[in-house]
């Protein structure tokens, strides 16, 4: 799957990402968490890997290995369907795990010791991950003992454990030849390669080349046990492929389709649309509903929360001290509704998360009743803004003015107010509300 240029230069590039993630930890062990370290952890378990592979690797070298670490709205759209059901004693398999991206979505709802050492083991028990480079599998485990750190456990750690037994779990594997692993599983999570592969050889869905992602779904839910869950971002084409029709059938003769839900383009740089397939491993399943796989008509199968992320602004008036940079400072009195905005007179000092546009806001009072339920405003400028907490926030995770334009459209529609009175009869537009609403078709 990897020429051996690519995967040379990959690892050297990488390597020396590893030792950063390295002097992190070791940092925080030694001196504990400063403001600054905080922030340096922040941005190592959301994104720094991606940029770092991106600013030594080519593009297309990347497409053509299909190396794209899960951005933190799919980690968490992922994880939200994935926490449900786990429990201390769940464990948790992923065979192509990079650099521990949904791994670290799942964190939270792990098991806790007392401690941030018998956390950590507690997580090796649990967390089973292969990645055919070392350098990912070691990275995955520095930033899964960072995760641990941000959560608050009590660090009784003075030094970076010896990588090798830290997560004995993880390892450097072809997670196609990982039956073992599969078969432990209670929860198998995935967003695996999506390069063109040559099958199986007893592959009996498709002769040809294949896109990878359908031969580790096959594989895993052949492998795993009854009543193993699998939740997985897929490319779009395995949901809605005509080539991928047998694949889909045979799929629900071995498990029960719980749901997919399409998730938009997978990143700015990864031009690929994606959806998540959640299913329960069911041998004797009976279950056929080729519904499960289409968009409904309605257009209620793909929701804001596939094209934009959601936040409540961070300033809370009377209570916020002026104190930090100064920015321009968004409210619901200078954010005039259904317009865009391209500065700002107001300003403010302010030391919480600010944004940086183009964004959309939307004011947070409304009232069932009102003609629009979610009245916009478009931010259009080049400067990160400091927001009121009275405003949502609707970041599109294309960074697209163009987007932002598009939801306006949508929020416009008569279909998102009845949607929206139905939902909330509360006098707030909540976060979830606005990410669960429907992407409605448009004429
Ligand atoms: C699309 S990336 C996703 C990584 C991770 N699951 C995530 O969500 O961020 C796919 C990963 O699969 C790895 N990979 C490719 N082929 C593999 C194989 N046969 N066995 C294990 N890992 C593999 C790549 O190195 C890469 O890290």
């Not at 599998?137 to 660090?155: E, F, P, T, Y």
């Not at 936040?311 to 008036?317: D, F, I, R």
Request: aromatic share 8%; charged share 20%; with cysteine.
């Amino acid at each position: 799957m990897f020429d051996s240029f690519i995967s040379s230069f990959l690892m050297k590039s990488f390597l020396s990402y590893v030792e950063h993630l390295h002097n992190i930890v070791s940092t925080v062990l030694a001196n504990g968490v400063t403001p600054a370290l905080a922030n340096s952890i922040d941005i190592a378990l959301d994104g720094e890997p991606s940029k770092q592979l991106r600013s030594t690797v080519k593009l297309s070298d990347l497409r053509r290995s299909g190396i794209f670490f899960t951005p933190s709205h799919l980690r968490n759209a992922l994880a939200e369907r994935t926490i449900s059901t786990l429990s201390s004693k769940s464990v948790v398999v992923d065979i192509a795990c990079g650099v521990g991206d949904l791994f670290i979505g799942l964190t939270p709802k792990l098991g806790k010791g007392g401690d941030l050492s018998s956390t950590l083991e507690l997580w090796g028990k649990q967390l089973i991950g292969h990645d055919i480079f070392m350098e990912f599998v070691n990275a995955a485990k520095l930033r899964l003992v960072l995760a641990g750190i941000l959560q608050g456990h009590q660090s009784n750690i003075a030094i970076v454990p010896d990588l090798d037994l830290l997560f004995p779990g993880i390892t450097a594997r072809n997670g196609l030849l990982c039956a073992d692993s599969i078969e432990r599983a209670t929860h198998i999570i995935m967003n695996p390669p999506y390069t063109k592969v040559t099958p199986p050889q007893d592959c009996t869905w498709a002769s040809g080349k294949v896109n990878a992602a359908a031969v580790f779904v096959d594989f895993c839910v052949s492998n795993a046990s009854n009543g193993t869950k699998l939740v997985a971002i897929l490319p779009d084409v395995l949901r809605s492929g005509s080539n991928y029709k047998k694949w889909r059938s045979q799929l629900e003769a071995k498990a029960e389709i719980l749901e997919t839900e399409c998730l938009g383009q997978f990143d700015k740089h990864a031009d690929v649309d994606v959806f998540i397939l959640e299913l329960e491993v069911r041998r004797d399943s009976s279950m056929r509903d080729s519904k499960l796989w289409e968009p409904a008509a309605d257009g209620q199968h793909f929701k804001v929360r596939g094209k934009f992320s959601v936040h409540v602004g961070a300033v809370v008036e009377y209570r916020d001290p002026h104190e930090g940079k100064t920015y321009p400072y968004l409210t619901p009195q200078n954010a005039p509704p259904w317009a865009t905005i391209w500065g700002l007179e107001k300003q403010r000092r302010f030391s919480g998360a600010t944004f940086t546009p183009p964004f959309v806001v939307v004011r947070r009072t409304s009232r069932k009743g009102d003609r629009y339920r979610a009245v916009p405003t478009v931010v259009d400028m080049s400067e990160p803004v400091a927001v009121e907490n009275h405003l949502l926030v609707l970041i599109p995770h294309s960074g697209e003015l163009g987007d932002c334009y598009e939801l306006v459209e949508v929020l416009k529609m008569e279909e998102t107010s009845s949607w929206l009175n139905q939902r909330i009869s509360c006098r707030h537009l909540t976060v979830s509300a606005l990410a669960d609403l429907p992407w409605w078709e448009r004429q």
